[in-house]
């Protein structure tokens, strides 16, 4: 899969430029190890088979959609095929009130969530590490600032907060990211931070340090492989906040009218009165979609936890 | 003694929380596109009401006397006027606020009433096939839009099957003599239903998976094992020893739970067009009526940064070993 090949590789690089270099004819290997991907929990590998088709769809979403999301469609008869129900006139999964296809609007919806959802998670997984690296390895008054920081961003109520920046910011899938960006690196750099006052004790830091290693490289060396999974662990969880994050703002109706998302289709739904009609083919679809997605992410990431803590293993 | 000098210190990062985000608010209002004084000035108010708005925000000042004063406003409890209402947007927000509370803590009482239960249960029931279907259903709670299981359950229990209404906190019409009178009316109580349901699926969910870990931890323990020994009866074992020491942790999550919900109060409240903080933030944001906005914010904002400063000395408070450092 080229999209998640293509994020792997900028977060080692970005992280661990060190892994990645040139010269380890095995990078690649090397990487699923330090991922540690967790494929001996049934309910991790059937999140990571989730994520496969998720990601498949979202990359082959026109050849699967049969119809244009956007476009408004006619019968055979030259009605507007508007309400019409699943399998009707040949629509699979029935059409909206303004007589769009549901199943393509549910295909192309793929892709705003996987767009939006791996780049908030690596946003916030990477700001996170980042801040919770130099918090914990430089400590005293460094440490003071980004903690007082993180304490503001835990201050602020999340879903307003994101409301109010995607209301006075031109309506845009980007908000959410940013917004997310800005306030939930807090929850990973608190996390990465107290791993990093651990690691820094240990006795091979400590060498490196007498050999005379700078920082930097002590930083990346020694200390950012080791926090690499935990960062994974929260960019996953992060993952599925974000679908669910611009699945609530575009249901507020302060999402992107231009791109087809599930939470476009549920609040489409919700204001054509589609609860009063009964069209559940219309607006249950979206919402299992959404569940799948964030469940698998949270499977995954449970399969993490005991891979990580095997004390909580049980 | 040591304990006066933390929470004093706890007090001091909660003023300056507080702080932070009264400025980030006030930059974010400021900031945005178009006439600053739209922050607090209708083109619709009469003249001499803009000047009185003009002269109480010091609008035509720079911008850091803006500051100061709004300041100063803020701590008189002075927030403007609404656009829409034409009212102190606090008088609002307070009329506001019990619809909200009353939905925040009835989801998340028979949300907490049911999660510890639940949660001991699967501890005691470890490894069943109960645990291993459960759990992966409980996680699929947590992963479902809050508002999408509001949009099914008022299909189902509202529109299909005509059960509840389908929204508000009364049917039209009605008459309540006071508040209270209305609080504990039929028609009331049938409208909260549903949002609360909703919230409670949503989330009991965090105290389930909580009261469960800290079960198994608290098993491991040595005076479960002497109790045992004892010869107590494994119900004795788990709920009167386990159980009473595996709660206090939960509890104190219950702070922190009062300040999630209140963010997912905004969605839910949309979809049930529950009269609350949430869904007036939203209309307020939506209809720029930008004072009614900021209260509502920072009304929110404030239950949030009480309620983790709550959790933090609850948790100390009930467990002395946790240490203030």
Known sequence: MPEVAAVKTSVSEAVVPEVAAPR???????????????????????????YLIFIATAIFADSIATHDPTEILYTPSYDLAADLRPG???????????????????IHGSRSALLIGVTAAFMVALIGSIIGLVAGYFGRWVDAVLMRLADIAFGIPFLPFVIVLAAFLKPSIWNVVLAMALVLWRDTARVIRSQVLTLRTRGYV???????????????RHIAPNILPLSFLYGSIAIGWAILTEASISFLGFGDPDSISWGYMLQDAFASQALAKQAYYWFVPPGVCIILVVSAGFFITRGYENILFPKLNR | MSNFKAVGSRLLQLAFVLWAVVTILFLMFRLMPGNPMAAYIDPTFTLEQQQQLMAQFGLDKPLWQQYLIYLGNLL??????????RAPVGERIFELLPNTLILTFSSLIVAYAFGILAGAYLAWRRGSWVEQAAIPMVLTTRAMPEFWL???????????????????????????????????SRDFLAHLALPAATLAIYSQGLPLLLMRSNMLDVMKEDFVTMARIKGLSNWTVVVRHAARNALLPVMTSFAIAVGYQLQGNVVVESVFSWPGLGRELVNAVAASDYPLAQGAFLMIALVVIFMNLLADLLYAFLDPRISHA
Do not use: C, H, K
């Open chain 2, 150 to 184: 509001g949009m099914v359950l008022l299909a189902i229990f509202s529109f299909s099957l005509g059960w509840f209404p389908a929204g508000g906190t009364r049917n039209p019409g009605a008459e309540y003599s006071g508040l209270l009178d209305l609080y504990t």
């Open chain 2, 76 to 85: 008189q409890g002075e927030l403007g006027q609404s656009f829409r209402y």
């Open chain 1, 24 to 50: 380890r004819p095995n990078i690649i290997a090397r990487f699923f190890r330090t991922l540690r991907l967790p494929v001996n929990d049934p309910f991790a590998v059937a999140g990571l088979v989730i």
């Open chain 1, 88 to 106: 009707q006139d040949g629509f699979l999964m029935g059409t909206t009130s303004l007589g769009r296809d549901v199943f393509s609007q549910l």
């Open chain 1, 206 to 220: 400590e060498a490196a340090r007498v050999a005379g290693s700078s920082d930097f490289r002590i930083i990346l």
